[in-house]
Structures are given as structure tokens and as C-alpha cells.
């Protein structure tokens, strides 16, 4: 059987050949992107501080940044996780499971009849109770979008096909949940501050310099204790929990949703075909990672990518 995930499923919806590259050659780059890779810092440390008691939750967290970050990016995660922690540690929610994957078959919703080729998987970042004893999915996301009430990052989530598969996979986990909680974590904007080059330094007729130079660069610690001021000013600027329900009628929309998408990667894989869509290229201002491949100036083979299966994400990965 092979899996259908969240993450195989907007890949097909984005792109037939970016999905044929990632989900069925199993190619990933070999360098994973900055962004991508702060994303990954975040979830792990939040993943270890859901995973224990508040008394530690915060070093435990800080403990699991992987070493070898770069220490103004390490500055950047650990005001985040403090900012994290001061805001939610007191909210009285606890972790039924952490890191929990589910599989479930994929039913045709007009007979009922399991799929022979498919099934749906994935694996959610918690289970959580909250203090007035309803169920939650949490799914933790880091984003420079604006995250604010209204904002288009918000109103994606009525459709988001990521929310609506973790309702089918904890139903099928046998957790009667009230939906999913989306756990946003805005990531500061700030740099580190540079020091003035010495050709635009500026000074009064006193010979006093004006405002706002600096002499030096900013230092690891006073860039993260800049940012840690920053978001405790303004901390719902920085973090969320958006509650995001499904009514039956909207799983029902999105079981046909996803059985037609698998139908469209069946009839890909039996013609051998897996067209290119020119308009995901550049979504959100970065190129697509295999663009090097479907422009020709980069080969799957040339060391630029590495085969690490179709799902690496989840330890069943078919």
C-alpha cells in the first residue's frame, strides 16, 4: 500500500512533477533550505517541551536545537522558545501523545470500498487536553506571514488539507477531538545589528558621533535579549492558537477531494506522465526545489539531491 500524506497530497495539488520527483523517485535536496531547516529546529524543541513537565519543559526544549546552528539563528530559536514558554506554560493544557502517527484506509466515499492501492497516513505533533477538558490535534507552525485575526494565513485554514486529515487520523487513533488547534509561531523580523562602516559615520561639530552609529556589531546575547524584549511587549503578535473545527459535511468534502487527487496520481503513475506547472514555480517568491531539474542545469544524480524514500517523515513510510 502506499501512503497518502498531507504533505504528498499538497505536493500533487501544487505540482504533478514536483510530487513525481519528492513522492515516487523519493528525492529530496541535499541541503535543506534555512527556512525549512529553522522550521525543523523549532518543531523538535517544541516536541521535547510538550513531551514533559513544565518544571523543565524550557531546558528540555533548548537542549534538543541541534548543535551546529549558527549562533545568531540559535539566538533567534532560543527567544522564540522563551517567549513560547512564558506564554503558554500557564494555559493548563496537557499532552495525551506526542509525535503520534496514524494510518487509516482510504474509502471510496460514494461505495465505502477501501482502496487497494492507497492508504492515508501521517503523524501529528500532539494530542492535548485543555483545561475545560476538550480534545485537541496541535500542530505547531513557524511563519513570517502575518498571523494576526483576518489575515489571509488564517483564512487559508477553512480549506487547509492538512487540519482536515489530522480530524480523519485522530478519529481513527480513537480520539474524539474537537478539532485542531493550529500552534503559530511568528518568527521575529529583526536582524543583528551591524556596526556603522567607517566611511558613513556621521559626527557633530563637536566631534560627537549622531544617533543611532554603532562602533561595533551586535553581540549574540544582546541580539537575543533584544528579541526576547521584543516579543514579551507584544507576545499575540508573535504566538496564536487558532481553533479550527470540521463540520461532517466538510470531511465529506475533502474524503472526495482526496480520493479524486489519488485517482488523478493513479492515472500519472499508469501513463508515466507527470506534467509540470509553470505557475508553482515561484510560490512565495522561492523557486521550487527541483526548478534545476525541469530547467536542465542540475541533475537528480549530480549530488544537488539525495533519495531518501517517498515519506521520510514518518517511521512507516511505504
Known amino acids: 500500500m502506499e501512503l497518502l500524506t498531507s504533505s504528498r497530497l499538497k505536493s500533487f495539488r501544487a505540482c504533478p512533477r514536483q510530487h513525481y520527483h519528492a513522492h515516487v523517485q523519493g528525492y529530496r535536496p541535499a541541503r535543506e533550505p534555512a527556512a525549512m531547516a529553522f522550521g525543523t529546529a523549532i518543531h523538535e524543541a517544541l516536541a521535547a517541551w510538550w513531551s514533559t513537565g513544565t518544571a523543565t519543559a524550557f531546558e528540555l526544549a533548548l537542549e534538543h536545537l541541534p548543535a551546529g546552528m549558527d549562533p545568531f539563528v540559535r539566538a533567534r530559536a532560543e527567544a522564540m522558545l522563551a517567549g513560547y514558554h512564558a506564554f503558554w506554560v500557564g494555559e493548563g493544557f496537557e499532552a495525551l501523545a506526542v509525535e503520534k502517527e496514524f494510518r487509516l484506509p482510504l474509502l471510496n466515499p460514494e461505495t465505502g470500498k477501501a482502496s487497494r492501492t492507497w492508504e492515508m497516513a501521517g503523524k501529528?505533533?500532539?494530542?492535548?487536553?485543555?483545561?475545560?477538558?476538550?480534545?485537541?490535534?496541535?500542530?505547531?507552525?513557524t511563519t513570517s506571514e502575518d498571523a494576526s485575526p483576518g489575515s489571509p494565513y488564517r483564512q487559508r485554514l477553512a480549506l487547509d488539507g492538512q487540519v482536515?486529515?489530522?480530524?480523519?487520523?485522530?478519529?481513527?487513533?480513537?480520539?474524539?477531538?474537537?478539532?485542531?488547534?493550529?500552534?503559530?509561531?511568528?518568527?521575529?523580523?529583526?536582524?543583528?545589528?551591524?556596526?556603522?562602516?567607517?566611511?558613513?559615520?556621521?559626527?557633530?561639530?563637536?566631534?560627537?558621533?549622531?544617533?543611532?552609529?554603532?562602533?561595533?556589531?551586535?553581540?549574540?546575547?544582546?541580539?537575543?535579549?533584544?528579541?526576547?524584549?521584543?516579543?514579551?511587549?507584544?507576545?499575540?503578535?508573535?504566538?496564536?492558537?487558532?481553533?479550527?473545527?470540521?463540520?461532517?459535511d466538510e470531511?465529506?468534502?475533502?474524503?472526495?477531494?482526496?480520493?479524486?487527487?489519488a485517482e488523478q496520481m493513479r492515472a500519472s503513475a499508469r501513463t508515466g506522465r507527470a506534467p509540470r506547472n509553470p505557475d508553482a514555480c515561484f510560490r512565495y517568491g522561492t523557486a521550487c526545489a527541483f526548478w534545476p531539474v525541469c530547467t536542465r542545469t542540475a541533475s537528480l544524480d549530480g549530488g544537488d539531491y539525495a533519495r531518501v524514500g517517498a515519506n521520510p517523515e514518518l517511521s512507516t513510510a511505504a
Request: glycine letters at 6%; proline letters at 6%.
Open 164 to 248: 482536515s486529515q489530522y480530524v480523519e487520523g485522530a478519529a481513527a487513533m480513537g480520539f474524539d477531538i474537537a478539532g485542531v488547534l493550529y500552534d503559530v509561531l511568528v518568527k521575529p523580523a529583526q536582524k543583528p545589528l551591524l556596526a556603522t562602516p567607517p566611511e558613513a559615520r556621521k559626527f557633530t561639530k563637536a566631534g560627537a558621533p549622531y544617533a543611532g552609529q554603532r562602533a561595533h556589531n551586535e553581540t549574540v546575547d544582546a541580539y537575543r535579549e533584544r528579541l526576547v524584549e521584543a516579543i514579551l511587549e507584544a507576545p499575540h503578535r508573535y504566538y496564536a492558537r487558532v481553533e479550527v473545527v470540521r463540520f461532517e
Open 251 to 261: 470531511r465529506d468534502e475533502y474524503r472526495y477531494d482526496v480520493w479524486q487527487l
Open 124 to 141: 501529528v505533533d500532539a494530542i492535548v487536553r485543555g483545561p475545560d477538558g476538550r480534545v485537541w490535534v496541535l500542530e505547531h507552525k
